[in-house]
């Protein structure tokens, strides 16, 4: 099982830790450092400067959302950056939610989300592969556009720059089982949000017949401490977040899943006061048991213990949120 640092996505503003954080990771053995996007920072600009400052880690986006991009954007973002870090991007791509595609992006969130991904793919590939122009004639995605507001002149065009490598690898933050069965069928893997390694039942189902080297890659926060519940905090404060305030009550994808996962009571109480404006209890009404079965938290035995749940499973790589350079140094020497 190969260890990745997770970043995630700035908040105020960039943390200066960043830089010197992924390089002290390079030098563990740490195989690749993700980053992320919201409605802030991309994920694209902070991988470059990191890759600048870096030379065998591996890049990855987890995720780069759908909506923000074109998908022949999207491939030009990723085969820029695998030149120029010499081969060593990753593209992890998701569709993220209703709330934040037409609050933020100003889209309509597609009504078949798993033919939209699917049409979303294949555009990239198609740059990637660099084998003729670009051609979707898709429900979501068209290349060349062919809409009735649109002048019918557009042309199907082949990338002017030669990508390095043809078959990149692609992600899918997926979380609905549907979408992680076509995950299994279309991408090269998969980036969980949740991952219990004593529940990898609510998946079972989805991953069967694997493609060889297919990537399971969840995130997972990590604390070397000796107080158990103050190390949860910050797991239960971005549960909350996600739970109550990433999507609608009629339409929350990360509650679903944990409501999948055997607490549905508590993800819809969470919801409930999330949007009554009550954050605070919110993020206290997050069980200590989900917060803890999702992260790696507590003292050194401890996280060896549970480590080993994590190896047993289908996880290949495991991305630790973790801003702390002493529990990526413990992880990297329990791995």
Known sequence: MRLGIALGYWGR??????????????????????TAESWGSDAFTPLTWLAAHTSRIRLGTAIAQ???????????????????????????LGLSGPQVVEGWYGRPFPRSPLTATREYVDAVRQVLRREGPVEVD?????????????????KALKPITHPLRADLPILLGAEGPKNIAQTTRIADGWLPLYWSPTRTDVYEASLTDLPENFMIAPMARAKVCDDVAEGLLPVKAMLGFYIGGMGHASRNFHADLMARMGYEAEARHIQELFAEGRREEAVLAVPDAFADEISLIGPRERIAERLELWRKGPVTDLLLLSPDPETLRVLAELN
């Open 13 to 34: 503003g960039p943390d200066p830790r960043h830089v010197g954080l992924v390089r002290e990771a390079e030098a563990l053995g740490y195989d690749s450092v993700w």
């Open 66 to 92: 759908m909506a923000a991009r074109s998908p022949t954007t999207t491939a030009m973002h990723a085969l820029t950056l695998d030149h120029l870090s010499g081969g060593r991007m990753t593209l992890g």
């Open 138 to 154: 898709g429900r979501f995605h068209q290349h060349p556009y062919r809409g009735e507001d649109g002048t019918g002149l557009g």
